[in-house]
């Protein structure tokens, strides 16, 4: 065992689920975002000493058109930055070979401790004391088909599979604080905030857990009933996570910090944002039907007032009693002014079939504890307009039927 001599501070930063959100977008608090931004701040921090890590969630097939015209283009970008990325459910998107082909462009490592094929940790040393890192695939990955996902070409059998994240977990702190004797382990990513608070109080030894998938903001918290800090920075670089730990002998006795907005105050990476506008441009003039207009809104939109006009739509269309949608579906706020379909995919960027399904009412109840409903009065069934999502994927409902109908194009033709 080895002991400092005095205490050191450490200091880590990290971002999730960047979504391949190169741009900066428009929220509730104002611009944030950029991609530029993003890494003239992170750069700046590496400099001066700092670990960087990625949550994962890189790219996201179908929406926003930059993941589909350049998929993992900005991957590379962060080499002599990055020390880390966690394995997301969104890296597969485009197939396991374009994934393979993206992955040799790293200088870093893509982890998953639970998952063949992908290192399980690594253990990186600073000022004097070793900090190790894991990630891990959610328990949710194989309901999302990840592992069909990666399967190689033509051979079924090749599919990824995924472990007890649990087990994982267990057998990898055991191994960084026996083995490796490192002085702080920290989870990365990449699962629900739910499972990261489970695992913290079911697996101890985990100084620090930095919250992905889930695309929540979270501030620096300590998980009740354990030891374990947590902080989320939310999706598509709108923060970035910066703690500092400090160690003595040998152990994590405080962390302090918080959440750094990406905004205009931050130094730019004068050259990425160069880089950008060009791709930008390029991407404008081969799609350009995404980028023209399609309405004005006379006041802004807030992401839960964007799923509640969409649920309006979808009950309206289905002539539902009520209709349902995971919060999920729904991942930002629309500006004031001109509307493409561009800012609407942003804000609903998954291209959901509205279906309905015949519920009762102890059903409906049992799926809102991470859904947005429409307004409902007691009764013993009703039609339920929903996503094919949540109908197949989230909860395996029975007893719905096809419409036809897409939920986002129903709310472009009434906005």
Sequence with gaps: MHFLLAATTVTLLHFSDYHSHALPFYTDQ??????????????????????????????????????????????????????????????????REAFERCRKQLKYPVLSAN??????????????????????????????????????????EARLTFGDPVEAARSVVATLRDKERVDAVVLIGHQSVEDDYALARTVPGIDLIFGSHSHLERHLTQIPDTKTAFVSPGQYLTNISRLELTIDEGRVQHVRGGLIPVEGSLPVNTKIEKRVADMQRDLERARPELFKPIGRLETAMSTETVAQRALAAMREAAKADVAVSTKSSFRGALP?????????????????????????????????????????????RYRVATTDYLASVAYKLSSCEQTGLRVREELRKRL
């Excluded at 931004?37 to 969630?57: C, M, P, T």
């Excluded at 509307?339 to 519920?359: G, I, K, Q």
């Excluded at 799926?367 to 009065?377: E, R």
Aim: proline share 7%.
């Design 115 to 156: 998952t063949p094929g992908f290192k399980p940790y690594v253990v990186l040393k600073t000022k004097g004391v070793r900090i190790g890192v894991f990630a891990l695939a959610g328990r949710d990955f194989e309901k999302l088909n990840v592992g069909r996902a990666l399967a190689r070409p033509g051979r079924a």
């Design 30 to 95: 104002g611009e944030r975002g950029g991609i530029a931004r993003a890494i003239g701040y992170l750069e700046q921090q590496k400099r001066a000493g700092a670990l960087v890590f990625s949550g994962g969630d890189m790219i996201n097939k179908g929406a926003p058109a930059w993941s589909d015209q350049y998929q993992c283009a900005e991957w590379p970008w962060f080499n002599g930055i990055v020390s880390a990325m966690a394995f997301g459910n969104h890296e597969p998107d485009y197939g």
């Design 336 to 380: 004031a002014g001109t509307l493409t379909l561009e800012s609407l995919r942003a804000a609903m960027p998954y291209d959901n079939e509205l279906v309905v399904c015949t519920m009762t009412e102890a059903q409906l109840r049992g799926i809102l504890d991470d859904a947005y409903v429409t307004p409902f009065d007691p009764q013993p």
